[in-house]
């Protein structure tokens, strides 16, 4: 809606659809292959128009992989525009989650550590937008850190191409906790927060700190934490312990521990509250799933799900970057239904006169002030030469 276009609330009827319904995004039928493809690219058989499952597994591992430079070249694109962290610190939270599908024709789809049948792929999220940096597809009965080093290298390498010249810092939990993916990291300069597991040597190490090194903190849950830190394989070691108060003291109260490694550099009460902050890498996914369509995997094919992965993290960063450039919400998460809600899911009508095409959207709309302002700051970032 550049140029010569306006928006008019108040003139919306009934029965005219939805703005919603203007985005791009899987429906019935697609456009001509001719649009979607390119000397190449992926060719579905036949000229005419496709649907969604048929465009789907016509990608390849290639196509699949051309699809990820798309997603990237979208990201350098709207950091370019103001969304990115430029030369300031960035926190990248690294997690896997659980995309459970059904039948006995999904090709990958097995039985991982949840029981459940489904993929198991990999994500890395920004921590304060909750754009997602990156995303690979992997077997249902993948370990937790298959391919991580890899996937770091990649990871890495786009957030720097996409413009991202200052400190980077990945937040693990335990399941990526492993020499090569420490290695990994040094050697891309990366600092790291990564929970470890309780190994033996962990807890010898644990058992070594002195009672009068732990110092109290603030916790959310009614009980009694402290934290105390100590070297282990050259990182730093900060431990957490918490005793929980219940209303009937137990006879022999116990410490229940939670360490990580870091190479970080801060106060250890500093360095354990942040490190805790990697739980938001959740509600990232969790949006994921519930406003860009990755509850499911719909195909059967292997690279039509790993295409269909990349389409919704595509989609997931758009509503970020509506939030981030056009409502200007920069240090607080909103949801993708909430942007839905307010923005997108709404009756409108469009109408040309005099070689002037007019939005008419309903009168009263309690967002019609949002609205205007994301499009008028959207509107104002200039197309890319």
Not at 86 to 92: P, R, V
Not at 273 to 280: Q, S
Not at 319 to 342: D, N, P, Y
């Amino acid at each position: 809606m550049r140029g010569n276009a306006h928006v008019r609330f108040g003139g919306a009827g009934r029965g005219n659809g939805s703005l919603e319904r203007a985005i791009p995004r899987p429906g019935p039928t697609l456009r001509p292959a001719a649009h979607w493809v390119h000397r190449g690219g992926a060719r579905p058989p036949g000229d005419g128009t496709i649907d969604a499952g048929t465009l789907l597994r016509c990608f390849t591992f290639g196509h699949t992989r051309q699809l990820d430079r798309l997603t990237e070249q979208a990201l350098a694109r709207a950091w370019a525009a103001g969304a990115g962290p430029g030369d300031g610190a960035m926190t990248i939270d690294v997690d896997s989650t659980i995309i459970e599908v059904h039948g006995y024709h999904k090709q990958g789809a097995s039985y991982g550590y949840t029981r459940r049948l489904g993929y198991h792929p990999l994500l890395a999220t920004r921590a304060d937008t909750g754009e997602v940096l990156h995303a690979r597809l992997r077997a249902g009965r993948a370990n937790t850190a298959r391919g991580m080093p890899r996937f770091l290298d990649e990871l890495i390498a786009r957030v720097r191409r996409a413009g991202a010249t200052g400190e980077l810092t990945v937040r693990a939990d335990s399941g990526f906790w492993s020499a090569k993916t420490i290695k990994a990291l040094r050697r891309h300069r990366v600092r790291y927060s990564i929970t470890v597991r309780h190994t033996k040597p962990v807890r010898a190490a644990i058992a070594q700190i002195p009672d009068d090194a732990w110092q109290p903190i603030d916790y959310p849950d009614p009980g009694i934490a402290q934290v105390a830190e100590t070297r282990y394989r050259g990182d730093r070691l900060i431990v957490r312990r918490v005793r929980h108060l219940q209303a009937q003291g137990e006879l022999f109260p116990t410490w229940e521990h939670h360490a990580f490694v870091t190479d970080r550099v801060g106060t250890t009460e500093w360095l354990d509250h942040d490190h805790r902050r990697h739980a938001v890498v959740e509600l990232h996914i969790r949006d994921l799933k519930n406003g860009s369509g990755l509850a499911h995997c719909p195909s059967g094919r292997f690279a039509a799900n790993a295409a269909w992965l990349l389409a919704a993290t595509l989609a997931h960063n758009l509503l970020r970057w509506v939030a981030t450039l056009g409502l200007g919400v920069r240090e607080e998460l909103t949801a993708a239904k909430t942007i839905r809600k307010t923005l997108l899911a709404l009756p409108g009508r469009l109408t040309r006169s005099a070689r002037r095409w007019t939005l008419h959207l309903p009168r009263g709309w309690p967002w019609a002030h949002s609205f205007e302002m994301a499009l008028a700051r959207l509107r104002c970032i200039p197309f890319p030469a």
